[in-house]
């Protein structure tokens, strides 16, 4: 409820040392297509951590023919000794205690004495960073819009979606190797990188960097907030 949502979650720390690898990848909503890919990727990599950044199961009535929960339980269970699983805001407790593996609201995991927060995109993000104020990278989904911005003392990373990427983007994942953030599309294209050695974005996308306006105003959804105001963010614009 809206109660419980206004308290800042303690986040479960994990600490991880001498990893190489790690995928991450976000809203399967229960569509199970690009999850062959996703395996594809772990038999070539042989990732040390998969993270899934929630919104596992549920799709909602326009793709109910596109669901199969069924194969997104079993590949979850496939790799679920390697995996870190954060609750989305589509994600009933029922389908929480059925997965059977540790689930939580936000995580934050140690790697290379990097302080790399996860979550699912609905309660912290860049547009609700006044919510978070930390030091670090937050990495999520959600907004189902791949994309990275660093703004003072905070990197953030949005991996789009899996299964239903939004404005014209591609399902997409990100996967972190020796000090690199890159984002990808499941054509292999490279959507966006930053190397956390020199905090700096070093791919095309900074060049031609769309704006967090222009974001939302190509977004179609009758949930747009009416007196959202672009210059002062405040996390209403969905």
Known sequence: NERNQSKEITPLRLIIRDIMKILFFSDIHG???NLKYIEELENLNNFDKIVVLGDLYYTGPNYNMMQNSLKVFE???????KMIILKGNCDSDVDIKATDIPISDLSLINIDNLDIY???GHLYSYSKNRKFDRK???????????YIIKEKDMIYICVGSISLPRNNSKPSYLIYDNHKFTLYD???NKIDEIDVDNKIIITKSKKNKISL?????KYNSNNLSKDFVWDEPRGKEL
Do not use: Q, R, V
């Open 186 to 188: 499941i054509n292999k």
């Open 31 to 33: 569509i199970s297509d």
């Open 75 to 81: 590949f979850l269970m496939k790799y679920k000794d």
């Open 136 to 146: 670090g990278i937050l990495i999520y989904g959600h907004e189902h819009i791949p």
């Open 213 to 217: 306006k222009e974001k939302f105003e």
């Open 118 to 120: 996860l979550t699912h």
